[in-house]
């Protein structure tokens, strides 16, 4: 898989609508659904990526992640740490953004 600095967008839409997997301790861990990928401006430079943001929805909870650089892990596309936010709870469950510039 790509490292996180050479991650495009297309590279996370193939994974629209899939689980990756946090792990919060030994014994805890959190799922979170991707639910979009938005390519947001250009280019700064011909050689960078273009800007994008990802979102994610948390499981029905109270609970929720507070703002972190987190673990991810997916089955097919691997490990990725990703800065996430937490935006407000979408019908029940946590919506969560990660920027990538």
């Not at 390519?39 to 990526?49: L, N, V």
């Not at 673990?71 to 740490?81: N, S």
């Amino acid at each position: 898989m790509n490292t996180l600095d050479k991650l495009q967008s297309d590279d996370l839409t193939l994974y629209l609508n899939q689980l990756f997997h946090i792990h919060l301790n030994e014994t805890e861990s959190i799922s979170l659904e991707l639910v979009s990928v938005t390519e947001s401006g250009a280019r700064s430079q011909p050689e960078t990526r273009t800007p994008f943001s990802i979102h994610f929805l948390g499981p029905v909870s109270p609970q929720y992640l507070i703002q972190s650089t987190y673990h991810f892990e997916h089955d097919q596309m691997g490990v990725l740490d990703l800065f996430i936010v937490p935006l407000g709870p979408e019908r029940g469950r946590m919506r969560y953004e990660a920027i990538l510039s």
